[in-house]
């Protein structure tokens, strides 16, 4: 059974950068499309950019284009999500999923029940 950890969250400066993990096990990340989502308070969660197992990536959300960029490490079950230049309103809890099926990132709209989610890890941009 796939398990999805997150971790590098926390408390940054407007400006600044961060760098995600997503640790996996249980299953290979290599041959999924791995996803960031994130969910800002009272707001839904919504999907940020994910990556192929073909390493393309797709940017879901328009917003953060230009400065987030995804990557993995292959054969050490890692996917890293780089953000730069943050603003307040990238403050977020952040979670990496997957659907476990497709190696694409095709899966967006398909029921967070059947997405497999790690338990995410904060980030708050404030001076």
């Known amino acids: 059974q796939l398990q999805l950890v997150e971790s590098g969250g926390g408390l940054v400066q407007p400006g600044g950068s961060l760098r995600l993990s997503c640790a996996g096990s249980?299953?290979?990340?290599?041959?999924?499309?791995i996803g960031w989502f994130r969910q800002a308070p009272g707001k839904e969660r919504e999907g940020v950019l994910c990556?192929?197992?073909?390493?393309?990536?797709?940017y879901w959300s328009d917003a953060v284009r230009g400065r987030f960029t995804i990557s993995r490490d292959r054969g050490k079950n890692l996917i890293y999500l780089q953000m730069n230049s943050l603003k307040a309103e990238d403050t977020a809890v952040y979670y990496c999923?997957?659907?476990?099926?497709?190696?694409?990132?095709?899966?967006?709209?398909?029921?967070?029940?059947?997405?497999?989610w790690g338990q995410g890890t904060q980030v708050t941009v404030s001076s």
């Open positions: 999923a997957t659907d476990e099926v497709v190696a694409t990132c095709t899966w967006l709209d398909v029921p967070a029940s059947e997405v497999t």
């Open positions: 249980g299953d290979n990340l290599d041959l999924l499309g």
């Open positions: 990556i192929s197992s073909g390493d393309e990536t797709t």
